[in-house]
């Protein structure tokens, strides 16, 4: 008998009327367990019980709040192998970043555990004799949040965690492929004794769930990460509906790594393999594009060809391998669309790209390596969102950089350089929210802003304390004492 999860509703498990299964990308014929498909009346449901909480829970005491998140801290990290063996069978990624992630999830609770206690405000003298000025931050209200695929675990903590500690109540539609992780996110929430209303977990699909929660007057702010175009129609949304909606959108990528001629090559491979190929490539933060002076070029694709050739594709429970599968065959199309149009663009398939059979059944895709490409072809241009990389050859750093910062994104941006000088210039005049210096375009840290510029992110930034930026709101109170 197949499992069956349901949604959170009012501190209830409530059933819904149909069920979605969820199917491992490994084993297709692994049916993870069916998960309810919610309906807008779900949601009407959830956000009635979100704001019905929110007064008692905004005005909760800061060490109430901090000892629900380090409770379900304390509980993610005890069972952080159990929630990265569902997350990775759900997903696709390996196991090792499956564990990863769901520590990432535990340590982003014990974060925002402590920022509930450290919330503060300001004390300002006015302009006016007898006057005082006081700024402080308050919740929200009802926060609408809705989740991708690709960070199962990591991107609800890193949602939830500051809206609860801040005070706010919430519904949240994760994606539909992996219900499975942020359904164990809330039971475990729950369980660290969250007030009946105050988290509501609505899955299902975009065009209903997603749509319902989006277009809920009572919704007073979306906080989205997923595609580009689904974005600018939520930001649409957002500024259209009474009353408005605070908007914070997390979308893709097309994130340059620049390899230049007086890179530590070792370090370069490295850090193209890992950013381009790891977890299958579906990171908003991915390498997609290697941007390779031309006296470092033929040693660079040679060594980083060496490097896929020693990659394990395989089922991502399996131990000793590399990069598991693509999410689903939609996605996998998707991947094989962008190898064939490459191709067509006049790019040289270098190596990989082929379709894989393992084992059992799932989604198996070999990293793919272009090279001879420009950066006006639309495989440099598009997110493809899967383990497909294209090398640009430059002449210097010079044409390096303007390469880099020649695209529609802005997410994350990479340097490989032994050069201090061309490392500050390029920190200083990379086009993106993140800029990393010999390390990987992916991998970030959970205390400090993620987030990017141009068409990667709208509104303001996600973790760490700015946060807060998104999930409160400024009062400036005057008061004349007399
Ligand atoms: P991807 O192509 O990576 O799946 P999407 O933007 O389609 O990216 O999906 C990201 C999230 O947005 C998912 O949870 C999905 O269900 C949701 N979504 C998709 N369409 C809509 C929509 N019209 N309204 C609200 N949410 C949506």
New binding site residues.
Partial sequence: MTAQFSNFIAGESVRAARMLPNINPSNTHDVIGEFASGSAADVNNAVAAAKAAFPAWSRSNPQERHDILKRASDEVMARKDELGRILSREEGKTLAEGIGEATRAGQILAFFAGEALRLNGEVVNSIRPGVGIEVTREALGVIGM?????FPIAIPAWKLAPALAYGNTVVI????LVPHSAWALCDILHRAGLPRGVLNLVMG???VV??A??DHGDVLAIS????V???R??AASCVASTPMKKVQLEMGGKNPLVVLDDADLRIAVECAANGAFFSTGQRCTASSRLIVTEGIHDRFVAALTERMQALVVDDALKAGTHIGPVVDAKQLEVDEGYIALGRSEGAKLHWGGERLNRENPGFYLQPALFTECTNQMRLSREEV?GPVASVIRVKDYEEALAVANDTDFGLSSGICTTSLKHATHYRRNSEAGMVMVNLPTAGVDYHVPFGGRKGSSYGPREQGAYAREFYTTVKTAYTFAG
């Fill in positions: 809705i989740t991708p695929w690709n539609k994760p994606a539909e699909k975009g065009s997603g749509q929660i989006i989205f990460t997923g595609s175009g689904t974005g129609r939520i969102f």
